[in-house]
């Protein structure tokens, strides 16, 4: 039996967490299991294993990896702990003792790194079979040491009280420029989505860089081109999440101002234009113009579609994620056709639709007591 | 002034709401229900934050389905709980309102003065009580010229002051511009301040014209 903190904690947090995540766990999903044919894919990760367990460098990039990951789990739960809803956590957490809010937290941070847990598990019997004892004893080591610091780590964080609400810098520096309703997200980002932001940033840097090292002929050929636009659209899924349910929140009122739908979505092109702006010049610095304006419209487009689907389907992250992962290996096929722009339009139209008939019917699912008063 | 068509609100198969056919004619109305009895979900609808089946039609004429941008220019809504981006200041919010809605230039600023939100309506909302919060919502719905103002639960978190100020706006915006108005509450009406008004009431899963 658990204790009730330890499930009060695990259903604050970790549900939470892997809900959030799901499209990043989803995209190394991809990356790890996606990439490689089927019949190779289990020499392929014992290689992998076996490379980073005699290389010493390379075992420090892989707990670099796992360290990224417990440093987005801090920051998963410092924001989770700031919010209006779970300010009860201060003055309940803190009155179990220590030994039982430390074997918690403990508890905690082992099902927040399950997956590495599995994947370090597997290494280190890989390991032993190959008599690679030190490195095996070094990823026991490692993980362990990481949940304790961890746990450490959270329990700090519930004993130090929140401070006041602080604007960001980029906020106080725009204090006074025009605030649009289309805009509203984008500084929402800049306030609050940094780290979300910068993550998926570097994800799409890791698809180009990886897209440029791997096929020779990306300038000649538009479908490896459009293959990864592809991915850096689905490395977006999750802030597109986001943007919903920033609106679901707070923008409520919105429906009620006399904007037009047409308008609307518009206003949201905008948004992922500002939002795509790196990538964009990205494109234009490594294609001609009209190539990179067609990959341009192409992202705009499936971003879009994945935005629009939201409205239809609410926000449900579960049944987002199976149909990005659908719409995905349809994109992907029609653009391996060597029919990106048709995919283009395509996405768009179907975006439109999707907004124009939902836009005002859409629904939140996240708040489950959805109540009638 | 306004019409329900054949209304109906499901929350999965549970009938929350049903208004066969409702003429509501010009005017200030109370809406009385119990908690839970879908005061917020008849409002929001109304205002057309919320879907639902059949049709809401204001002067005969302009729908909330067919008529979408037009009608909601006309009617205007004011949350029970209000929740507005952190990192806005009340100023922003009322730019944001007042462009969409048309408002005359400086039509806000009488409202912040009556209300005594000089000093805090630069700052960003994230910093507001949940009065300060409410009052930034109900000066929200005053601006431009809608011909419906729909105030959810006005009367919770502002200080009896501030209730009377609402009021005085009430009364203005009704003699001055003829603006209709529909409040909702639980509490009873208080007859000394508004005689005038209505009575609506949510009962039963349906909606009453009861005085």
């Given at each position: 039996?658990?204790?009730?903190?330890?499930?009060?904690?695990?259903?604050?947090?970790?549900?939470?967490?892997?809900?959030?995540?799901?499209?990043?766990?989803?995209?190394?999903?991809?990356?790890?299991?996606?990439?490689?044919?089927?019949?190779?894919?289990?020499?392929?990760?014992?290689?992998?294993?076996?490379?980073?367990?005699?290389?010493?460098?390379?075992?420090?990039?892989?707990?670099?990896?796992?360290?990224?990951?417990?440093?987005?789990?801090?920051?998963?739960?410092?924001?989770?702990?700031?919010?209006?809803?779970?300010?009860?956590?201060?003055?309940?957490?803190?009155?179990?003792?220590?030994?039982?809010?430390?074997?918690?937290?403990?508890?905690?941070?082992?099902?927040?790194?399950?997956?590495?847990?599995?994947?370090?598990?597997?290494?280190?019997?890989?390991?032993?079979?190959?008599?690679?004892?030190?490195?095996?004893?070094?990823?026991?080591?490692?993980?362990?040491?990481?949940?304790?610091?961890?746990?450490?780590?959270?329990?700090?964080?519930?004993?130090?009280?929140?401070?006041?609400?602080?604007?960001?810098?980029?906020?106080?520096?725009?204090?006074?420029?025009?605030?649009?309703?289309?805009?509203?997200?984008?500084?929402?980002?800049?306030?609050?989505?940094?780290?979300?932001?910068?993550?998926?940033?570097?994800?799409?840097?890791?698809?180009?860089?990886?897209?440029?090292?791997?096929?020779?002929?990306?300038?000649?050929?538009?479908?490896?081109?459009?293959?990864?636009?592809?991915?850096?659209?689905?490395?977006?899924?999750?802030?597109?999440?986001?943007?919903?349910?920033?609106?679901?929140?707070?923008?409520?009122?919105?429906?009620?101002?006399?904007?037009?739908?047409?308008?609307?979505?518009?206003?949201?092109?905008?948004?992922?234009?500002?939002?795509?702006?790196?990538?964009?010049?990205?494109?234009?610095?490594?294609?001609?113009?009209?190539?990179?304006?067609?990959?341009?419209?192409?992202?705009?487009?499936?971003?879009?579609?994945?935005?629009?689907?939201?409205?239809?389907?609410?926000?449900?992250?579960?049944?987002?994620?199976?149909?990005?992962?659908?719409?995905?290996?349809?994109?992907?096929?029609?653009?391996?056709?060597?029919?990106?722009?048709?995919?283009?339009?395509?996405?768009?139209?179907?975006?439109?639709?999707?907004?124009?008939?939902?836009?005002?019917?859409?629904?939140?699912?996240?708040?489950?007591?959805?109540?009638?008063? | 002034m306004l019409q329900f068509v054949n209304f109906k609100k499901?929350?999965?198969?549970?009938?929350?709401l049903t208004v066969d056919d409702l003429q509501i004619g010009q005017g200030l109305y109370w809406l009385k229900g119990?908690?839970?009895s879908g005061k917020?979900t008849l409002l929001k609808s109304v205002a057309g934050?919320l879907?639902f089946d059949g049709d809401v039609l204001l002067d005969g004429t302009i729908s909330v389905k067919k008529d979408?941008?037009n009608y909601r220019?006309l009617v205007s809504f004011?949350?029970?709980?209000?929740?507005?981006?952190?990192?806005?200041?009340?100023?922003?919010?009322?730019?944001?309102?007042?462009?969409?809605?048309?408002?005359?230039?400086?039509?806000?600023?009488?409202?912040?003065?009556?209300?005594?939100?000089?000093?805090?309506?630069?700052?960003?909302?994230?910093?507001?009580?949940?009065?300060?919060?409410?009052?930034?919502?109900?000066?929200?719905?005053?601006?431009?010229?809608p011909k419906l103002i729909l105030l959810?639960?006005?009367?919770?978190?502002?200080?009896?002051?501030?209730?009377?100020?609402?009021?005085?706006?009430?009364?203005?915006?009704q003699?001055?511009?003829g603006t209709s108005f529909i409040l909702s509450?639980?509490?009873?009406l208080?007859?000394?301040?508004?005689?005038n008004a209505g009575e609506l009431l949510i009962e039963n899963q349906t909606l009453t014209h009861i005085a």
């Amino acid at each position: 039996m658990s204790s009730p903190l330890t499930n009060v904690l695990n259903k604050v947090f970790v549900h939470g967490f892997y809900r959030a995540h799901a499209g990043m766990f989803l995209f190394i999903f991809l990356v790890l299991f996606g990439a490689v044919p089927g019949d190779m894919l289990l020499n392929y990760h014992k290689a992998l294993m076996l490379a980073f367990l005699t290389s010493p460098l390379l075992l420090a990039v892989v707990f670099v990896f796992w360290l990224l990951y417990i440093v987005k789990s801090w920051h998963y739960i410092a924001g989770q702990l700031a919010a209006p809803h779970h300010q009860f956590l201060f003055y309940s957490v803190s009155a179990y003792s220590k030994r039982s809010q430390l074997l918690s937290w403990l508890g905690i941070q082992f099902n927040i790194l399950l997956p590495i847990v599995i994947y370090g598990g597997l290494a280190i019997g890989v390991g032993l079979t190959h008599q690679c004892y030190l490195a095996s004893a070094g990823i026991v080591i490692y993980l362990l040491g990481l949940s304790i610091v961890s746990a450490l780590f959270c329990i700090r964080l519930t004993q130090a009280l929140p401070e006041g609400k602080q604007l960001s810098l980029f906020l106080r520096f725009g204090k006074s420029m025009p605030k649009p309703y289309f805009s509203l997200f984008i500084w929402h980002i800049f306030n609050q989505k940094k780290v979300a932001y910068t993550i998926i940033k570097v994800i799409s840097w890791g698809v180009i860089t990886a897209v440029f090292a791997l096929f020779d002929d990306v300038k000649h050929d538009a479908r490896v081109a459009g293959i990864a636009v592809l991915a850096i659209v689905i490395a977006h899924v999750v802030i597109i999440f986001e943007e919903r349910t920033f609106e679901e929140t707070f923008l409520r009122f919105g429906r009620n101002l006399p904007y037009s739908r047409a308008s609307l979505f518009g206003g949201f092109v905008l948004v992922y234009l500002a939002m795509l702006l790196p990538e964009i010049i990205w494109l234009f610095t490594r294609f001609d113009p009209v190539f990179a304006m067609e990959l341009t419209l192409f992202a705009l487009s499936a971003i879009m579609l994945f935005h629009s689907l939201l409205y239809r389907i609410g926000l449900n992250m579960d049944v987002y994620m199976q149909w990005v992962l659908g719409l995905f290996m349809l994109i992907f096929w029609v653009v391996m056709f060597k029919a990106m722009l048709l995919a283009s339009a395509l996405c768009v139209l179907a975006a439109f639709i999707l907004f124009y008939n939902n836009y005002y019917n859409s629904f939140a699912v996240l708040p489950e007591r959805e109540i009638i008063e | 002034m306004l019409q329900f068509v054949n209304f109906k609100k499901n929350y999965g198969s549970f009938a929350a709401l049903t208004v066969d056919d409702l003429q509501i004619g010009q005017g200030l109305y109370w809406l009385k229900g119990v908690n839970g009895s879908g005061k917020s979900t008849l409002l929001k609808s109304v205002a057309g934050m919320l879907s639902f089946d059949g049709d809401v039609l204001l002067d005969g004429t302009i729908s909330v389905k067919k008529d979408a941008v037009n009608y909601r220019r006309l009617v205007s809504f004011a949350e029970a709980e209000p929740l507005f981006p952190e990192f806005l200041t009340g100023r922003e919010m009322i730019n944001l309102f007042a462009k969409a809605r048309g408002a005359a230039a400086g039509q806000e600023e009488e409202y912040i003065e009556s209300m005594q939100m000089q000093s805090y309506v630069d700052r960003p909302i994230g910093s507001y009580s949940s009065g300060m919060n409410k009052k930034l919502s109900l000066l929200l719905a005053f601006l431009g010229k809608p011909k419906l103002i729909l105030l959810d639960e006005p009367l919770i978190t502002i200080d009896t002051a501030s209730l009377l100020i609402l009021y005085k706006w009430i009364n203005e915006r009704q003699e001055q511009d003829g603006t209709s108005f529909i409040l909702s509450s639980h509490q009873a009406l208080d007859r000394d301040i508004l005689p005038n008004a209505g009575e609506l009431l949510i009962e039963n899963q349906t909606l009453t014209h009861i005085a």
